[in-house]
């Protein structure tokens, strides 16, 4: 996949997935503007990505993406790739969880990929050539998870945003896609049944084993970074508006919301004849929810 000539944004690239899209953008030929919220972090993300330049900023507010987007420009001469991956992460249960835990998350994903999205579209627009955005999101945003009420939204928002800026850009030419990544990163090895397997991996270097790459689609980083790449090439043209996993040997599309189940009463329905029917009706195969618990083979 060639992506000489593009000029890419990956926030939060500092480390984890983000260095790993930076990286594999600029081995396809792409410019790169790397961010991390450390200049520490940034500076050594610098000397991994080729050609790349980096802007130590914390994504949220529209400074911030504005500071993107000129590194971009004033460096490279134009933007045409857009990759929303900053995040943090303040887990608590519901009732345990704090008006800025929640804040804060909301801030950083969800803030932060608007804001960096419209300064980088208005550029986009002006430029008259098109654009990627690739929104990452999460399979908590999908079905929810245990704890993460703050991230969850966040994740999910991300995702209805892709659908909903994919209708509003198609005529600039610029698609929209959320992606839906699962990988080897600092939050999953907390995960009891992948730790050991991550860490017998690192220490070996031995590949993770099937059931973890094709049934729990966990793997590398690196292996979350293909689509990636397809998606900011001009061979995905044609791909908007879609929620797209990846991870170990796995690759899906996501579905969208829609009517699992319809049910008609003349004159409308009372609360009455809803219990009435719902366990027969349209309440007869409810919608899971959830992470599913990995399945450890032998366990």
């Not at 857009?82 to 998350?105: C, Y």
Request: hydrophobic share 50%.
């Amino acid at each position: 996949m060639n992506l000489s000539g593009k000029v890419a944004i990956v926030t939060g690239s500092g480390r984890g997935l983000g260095l790993a899209y930076a990286k594999a953008l600029a081995a396809a030929g792409a410019s790169v503007v790397v961010n991390d919220v450390d200049q520490a972090v940034v500076d050594a993300a610098v000397a991994e990505v080729a050609g790349s330049v980096g802007v130590a900023a914390a994504v949220g507010g529209p400074a911030a993406a504005e500071r993107l987007v000129a590194a971009a420009v004033d460096n490279f001469g134009r933007l045409d790739v857009l990759v929303t991956n900053a995040g943090i992460l303040r887990d608590r249960v519901l009732w345990k969880m704090s008006d800025e835990d929640f804040d804060a998350v909301i801030d950083v994903h969800l803030r932060g990929t608007f804001t960096c999205a419209r300064a980088a579209v208005i550029r986009m627009r002006e430029q008259g050539t098109g654009g990627r955005l690739i929104l990452i999101s999460s399979p908590a945003g999908q079905r929810g998870n245990f704890g993460q009420t703050n991230y969850a939204a966040a994740k999910a928002g991300i995702a209805a945003m892709a659908r909903t800026w994919a209708l509003e850009l198609a005529r600039a030419g610029i698609t929209v896609n959320a992606v839906v990544p699962v990988a080897a990163t600092e939050m999953t090895k907390t995960i009891p049944a992948f730790a050991p397997v991550i860490e017998e991996a690192e220490r070996t270097g031995q590949p993770y084993p099937a059931w973890l790459r094709r049934d729990e689609g966990l793997g590398t980083v690196e292996d979350a970074t293909g689509l990636i790449t397809f998606l900011a090439s001009d061979a995905s043209k044609d791909v908007t508006g879609q929620a797209i996993g990846i991870g170990g040997d796995r690759l899906a599309l996501w579905a969208h919301p829609a009517e699992k189940a319809v049910a008609f009463a003349d004159g409308g329905w009372t609360a009455g004849a809803i219990a009435a029917e719902w366990a027969s009706g349209v309440g007869a195969s409810p919608e899971t929810y959830g992470i599913p618990a990995p399945r450890v083979p032998g366990s």
